[in-house]
């Protein structure tokens, strides 16, 4: 009798409570004291059509309940899972398994346990199995002995199917609508196929939940995997009222990384970095001939935009100076689009490597330099008074002969750095994708953007029809140039109130004093120009005015309190936040005071009367992002939102993801979007 006994195959409790998906007990030999022992739940379906679920079933089905019996001292794990599959029916995605599959449950064994003498182990599981049509609820009752028990050989395929855990702890945070998650993932790991992270944590808080057939946006960097998973507000009758639930402290889910493998991760709060890295997949993403084109119209739209306007003078002299000589005028267009080309390509590649090391800079960040400013204001000053004919720089002189391929060159790169305070249209997409695309690809983008301002010129040089349209040289340039003094002038003035908007009055005084220097010196070189010895009076100037800016303390960020008719709140993660958990429409500008677009846009559709009446009457809450001086909350928000730089308009409808506006403002937009929603 012992020896039959020794040689019985071993026991294994079989499913007492369905004909559609069996369940069987198995455990993995026999349980040691003191060692986690671990028990497999092997379900078979009777049919192909039958599946059951994941812990997290998604949008419909029900995830499976354990009600275990154990010794005492005995504790039961969280079951793991292997990699689910994704059956979306209708608009709802399920987290399934199809065919049989296999959950394993790890069981704490007490150092004490008395193995021979334990008494026999029991659960009930209560699941669900279902068809694309019909649910029938489970429920099995299953028993086995410890102590007669062998390890089953079928353990090893399903400890190899059961997801493995990731190494290293994922951090999580939540962006509005966006539920990001960072997981660390070494960059050798394959993801060539789709990509899919399953949310094992169903309640979210904050009256939010995981819109689980949305797109999930997945972007990489190095040994880091940023994915977006999209939220939604949880629909709740007027008359209902619940208390907003908190956050959960941790994040657990599976990461399926597309090719039939997966790793279970376990994130907790923190701060997930999303700028800079390269997108994977997501949404449809234009490809780089779409960007290539959007650039290269926006350049040309650049042309005509208010922020440009002030150097349309350099670029009429440009026209002005190559008079009927075919030859010297498609030399003269191709130095300045040289010149234009070369600066958008060195900002974009600046700006492409400050954000490659960390930085938060978008278009135009030179601009949030006091310094920057303060230079841009003294050349625009020196441009002026050259135009009034207090001295001649060497190609900006109007002299009706052959123009200067170094003058059209320096109007070029000239040309092209005041260019960027702002973004025109088509712009933004282009230069925002610029920012997360590959360095190669999102610098041809800047250079097409160059291309693009430089374009006009390109077709008045190599296009004698245009060309003949031109006036004639004569006299006539001279007056025309000193008329080029007022919007110069105009711009020197605005970049002065831009001086004192960053720093004060104390740094716009000594801002003022450079100023005064500037023009007494030019007024200096200007005679001895007249007298035929300039001499080195010019490189002297430089150098001078080069150490004084070197030198310039940075001035101290000003306060500011809400302005305008609207009284705006400032902009903050987590002011947006409350904004729109109130319920109520938030508009959101974001502007800087170096943007003449956004300055144009605000006089004349944001802070009008009309706009304030429709504002009040339907609750609109009014923020603006104030990019003026860095801000990394902002430039965060504007990579999200696809675009690199000011002016940038979104509208929020209670309980929806923000619409982006047009870049340029009709006076009645926002009066109209704030009455439609009433």
Request: contains cysteine; proline residues 8%.
């Amino acid at each position: 009798m012992l020896l039959a006994l020794a040689f019985a195959a071993p026991v294994n409790a079989q499913g007492i409570g369905s004909d559609r998906i069996s369940v069987e007990l198995v455990a993995d030999g026999q349980p040691r004291p003191g060692q986690e022992w671990t028990l497999a739940l092997h379900f078979t379906p009777s049919s192909p059509e039958w599946h059951g679920y994941w812990s997290n079933p998604g949008d419909a089905g029900l995830g499976m309940d354990l009600k275990w019996q154990l010794p005492d001292g005995w504790k039961a794990g969280e079951p793991q899972y292997p990699l689910p599959q994704r059956l979306v029916v209708g608009d709802l995605m399920n987290h399934v398994y199809e065919g049989p599959y296999t959950v394993l449950v790890p069981i704490t064994v007490p150092r004490q346990a008395a193995i021979g003498n334990t008494a026999p182990i029991s659960v009930v599981a209560s699941y669900l199995a279902c068809t694309d049509k019909i649910c029938v609820p489970q429920e099995a009752r299953l028993t086995l002995d410890p102590a007669k028990l062998a390890r089953d050989p079928r353990f090893g395929k399903w400890r190899a199917a059961i997801v493995p855990p990731l190494g290293s702890e994922a951090g999580f945070e939540f962006k509005g609508d966006r539920l990001r998650i960072g997981i660390p993932l070494p960059a050798a790991s394959d993801l060539a196929g789709e990509p899919h992270v399953f949310i094992a944590t169903g309640e979210i808080g904050q009256g939010q939940q995981v819109i689980y057939t949305g797109t999930q946006t997945f972007i990489r960097e190095g040994d880091l995997l940023v994915v977006e998973v999209p939220l939604a507000s949880i629909a709740i009758p007027d008359t209902v009222e619940l208390e907003a639930t908190p956050r959960p402290p941790r994040i657990e889910g599976i990461l399926d990384l597309g090719n039939g493998t997966g790793v279970r991760f376990t994130a907790f709060p923190a701060d997930v970095p999303l700028e800079g890295v390269k997108p994977i997949r997501g949404g449809p993403q234009p490809v780089l001939w779409q960007l290539l084109l959007a650039a290269l119209v926006g350049g040309m739209l650049l042309n005509v935009m208010p922020c440009v306007f002030p150097i349309l003078s350099l670029k009429a002299l440009t026209l002005a100076k190559a008079g009927g000589d075919e030859h010297a005028a498609r030399h003269d267009a191709l130095a300045y689009a040289a010149g234009v080309v070369l600066a958008c390509a060195g900002l974009g590649l600046a700006i492409l490597a400050l954000r490659s090391a960390g930085e938060q800079v978008g278009w135009a960040f030179q601009l949030q330099n006091p310094v920057v400013v303060v230079g841009l204001f003294l050349l625009a000053l020196a441009l002026t008074a050259n135009f009034l004919g207090v001295f001649e720089v060497p190609g900006f002189a109007i002299s009706g002969g052959k123009p200067s391929r170094g003058s059209s060159f320096a109007t070029g790169l000239l040309a092209a750095f005041v260019a960027t305070p702002c973004t025109g249209p088509f712009m933004a997409l282009a230069l925002g994708a610029a920012l997360v695309i590959p360095p190669l690809d999102g610098l041809l983008v800047f250079v097409a953007l160059g291309i693009g301002l430089a374009l006009p010129f390109l077709l008045v040089g190599f296009v004698p029809a245009i060309r003949a349209r031109l006036p004639r040289p004569g006299p006539w340039m001279e007056k025309f140039r000193r008329w080029m003094a007022l919007p110069m002038g105009l711009t020197v003035l605005a970049l002065g109130w831009l001086i004192w908007r960053i720093g004060g009055a104390g740094f716009l005084f000594m801002a003022l004093l450079l100023g005064m220097v500037l023009l007494l010196w030019l007024t200096l070189a200007g005679r001895l120009q007249a007298q035929g010895r300039s001499g080195p009076v010019f490189a002297v100037l430089a150098l001078f005015m080069g150490a004084a800016l070197a030198f310039l303390p940075q001035p101290q960020a000003q306060e500011r309190a809400a302005e305008g008719l609207l009284k705006p709140v400032a902009f903050s993660d987590a002011a947006l936040a409350q904004a729109r958990a109130s319920g109520r429409p938030v508009f959101l500008w974001f502007t800087a005071d170096w943007c003449v677009t956004c300055k144009v846009n605000e006089s004349v559709a944001i802070e009008r009367e009309d706009t304030k009446e429709a504002f009040d009457k339907a609750g609109v809450i009014a923020m603006r992002a104030d990019w003026t001086r860095p801000d990394e909350e902002i430039s965060r928000m504007l990579t999200q939102e696809g675009v690199a730089g000011v002016p940038l308009y979104l509208w929020y409808a209670p309980g929806k993801d923000a619409e982006q506006l047009p870049q340029v403002l009709t006076p009645d937009l926002l009066a109209e979007k704030a009455r439609a929603s009433r």
